[in-house]
């Protein structure tokens, strides 16, 4: 994998949802220990779609000179469709040309490391790849899964050349067929097999892959300043993790996992930008992913990353801080579909017309306005009419989703059917121009007012008849925990 050229990450990005679980109300409410701490929850209205778009959008924001990738390529265990391509819907979301090419890696939390590896062979071909990591995690009520669980996001933007903050210098993988864990097709939870036997088969083939990755990078395990061990199986990470012989100082790299839990195909990811948040120039960074056998990545920090903080807008840490950690377990449940509760007495909605989608892609996915060049005015949705001056196609697209805005009224409707009532719909108004009514989302009604500052947030707001209806809602600006309570 060395070459003259640099070849590894040029950008990242991660999404830590709003939500949190404290696992004192899981054990409360089903009579056992469920253990100490929160973990992260998705809200209602996200998928693992909707957590990659926030992700990519942290990258994207960081990217050299206004780049774009050749490709998206997206992994995720919980893919919110079936024999359809989940990345189009990131690729719209993340108003990339239509030249970029969009994938699916599904099926297991493996699909992380494959979808890594064929980046970074894209990279060294000179073909840039977005890789996207999202999961939901989800087990039954009180089982290991559920309390030891979390959602989250990461985008890995890979490349090459002088723009690499972390270069890939070495890897290594082992396999091996064993039943550790699975799930069969339209199960809701994992089975996993006894713990000991998974230990047994999977902390050799970890151990392996680390001593080769090293080998290939010339290496020792003195040499490592930040050791990532992560995984589906929490004793085998655990003493892989010790038995490399690192530092002690460089085995506390993952400050995520303890914080929101085991986010499954986006751990390694989430765990990976937050050691970049923090890393110095010239460090090396030793990623050990075990799931269905072993793969290592060792990376090595350039001297572009010192330069890389004035980009980069948001930290993993400061996501984990901003969220609100008084989530009820019934509503948890809820979302999540295990209680079925009674819905408001109206219509559902209407399921959305795949011709009228395909035609507004810009505004639904992208939330592309149109700017009046004759007299200045902005358009949500985008016209061809002027609603000022009444010039005709004289218009030229402004894409929103980074633009924050202020809300001018809004109403906490608590009649409409949603599995989070109440539901609040707001007027925003943009800075620049342009105004749009539409729904707040991770925002208390209680704390709600006009003058709030939001910005725009990629989420799912209904399902109806086997199809997702995707669009944006606002969000207020993060505040710190301690302030929204």
């Given at each position: 994998m060395s070459t003259a050229t640099p070849v590894g990450i040029v950008a990242y990005g991660s999404y830590v949802p709003y939500w949190r679980l404290d696992r004192t109300a899981i054990g409360a409410a089903l009579g056992a220990p469920a253990g100490k701490g929160t973990r992260s929850v998705a809200s209602y209205d996200e998928d693992s779609t909707t957590m990659a778009v926030e992700a990519g959008r942290v990258a994207l924001a960081a990217a050299p000179d206004g780049a774009r990738p050749a490709a998206v390529y997206f992994a995720t265990t919980t893919p919110a469709y079936l024999e359809?391509?989940?990345?189009?819907?990131?690729?719209?979301?993340?108003?990339?040309?239509?030249?970029?090419?969009?994938?699916?890696?599904?099926?297991?939390?493996?699909?992380?490391?494959?979808?890594?590896?064929?980046?970074?062979?894209?990279?060294?071909?000179?073909?840039?790849?977005?890789?996207?990591?999202?999961?939901?995690?989800?087990?039954?009520?009180?089982?290991?899964?559920?309390?030891?669980?979390?959602?989250?996001?990461?985008?890995?933007?890979?490349?090459?050349?002088?723009?690499?903050?972390?270069?890939?210098?070495?890897?290594?993988?082992?396999?091996?067929?064993?039943?550790?864990?699975?799930?069969?097709?339209?199960?809701?939870?994992?089975?996993?097999?006894?713990?000991?036997?998974?230990?047994?088969?999977?902390?050799?083939?970890?151990?392996?892959?680390v001593t080769e990755a090293l080998k290939h990078a010339g290496l020792t395990a003195e040499a490592v300043d930040h050791l990532l061990v992560t995984g589906t199986h929490s004793r085998a990470a655990g003493r892989v993790a010790t038995s490399i012989g690192v530092t002690p100082e460089a085995r506390a790299a993952d400050t995520v996992t303890g914080a929101i839990g085991n986010s499954g195909t986006a751990q390694a990811g989430l765990a990976l930008a937050a050691v970049l948040d923090r890393a110095q120039p010239g460090q090396v960074i030793l990623t050990v992913n075990i799931a269905d056998g072993a793969d290592v990545t060792i990376w090595r920090t350039t001297d572009a990353l010192a330069g890389y903080a004035a980009r980069r807008h948001t930290t993993v840490g400061a996501q984990i801080a901003a969220g609100r950690a008084d989530q009820a377990y019934n509503q948890f449940l809820t979302w999540r579909g295990f209680l079925d509760r009674e819905p408001p007495r109206r219509p559902d909605p209407d399921r959305p017309a795949a011709p009228v989608a395909h035609r507004r892609e810009a505004w639904k996915f992208g939330f592309t306005s149109s700017r009046c060049t004759a007299c200045g005015t902005r358009h949500l949705p985008p016209?061809?009419?002027?609603?000022?001056?009444?010039?005709?196609?004289q218009m030229v697209p402004e894409t929103l989703a980074d633009t924050p805005g202020t809300v001018v009224t809004y109403t906490v409707d608590r009649l409409s059917s949603s599995p989070s009532p109440p539901v609040l719909a707001a007027v925003v108004d943009f800075d620049g121009g342009g105004r749009i009514q539409c729904e707040l989302t991770d925002a208390d009604p209680d704390r709600l007012a006009v003058g709030d500052r939001v910005t725009m947030t990629f989420r799912r707001l209904f399902t109806t008849a086997g199809i997702h209806n995707y669009f944006w809602k606002a969000k207020p600006v993060s505040r710190p925990q301690e302030d929204q309570h």
């Open positions: 359809k391509t989940n990345a189009t819907a990131i690729h719209a979301a993340l108003s990339l040309p239509a030249g970029v090419g969009a994938y699916d890696f599904t099926g297991a939390v493996r699909s992380g490391p494959g979808a890594l590896q064929a980046g970074l062979d894209a990279a060294a071909a000179g073909r840039s790849a977005l890789l996207l990591l999202a999961d939901i995690r989800t087990g039954l009520p009180g089982g290991p899964d559920e309390t030891g669980g979390g959602d989250g996001a990461a985008a890995l933007w890979l490349g090459s050349g002088d723009a690499v903050i972390a270069a890939a210098i070495g890897s290594a993988s082992t396999s091996d067929e064993f039943l550790d864990r699975w799930r069969l097709p339209g199960a809701r939870t994992a089975q996993v097999w006894e713990e000991r036997f998974g230990e047994h088969a999977l902390v050799p083939l970890a151990e392996a892959a016209a061809r009419v002027c609603l000022r001056c009444r010039a005709t196609d």
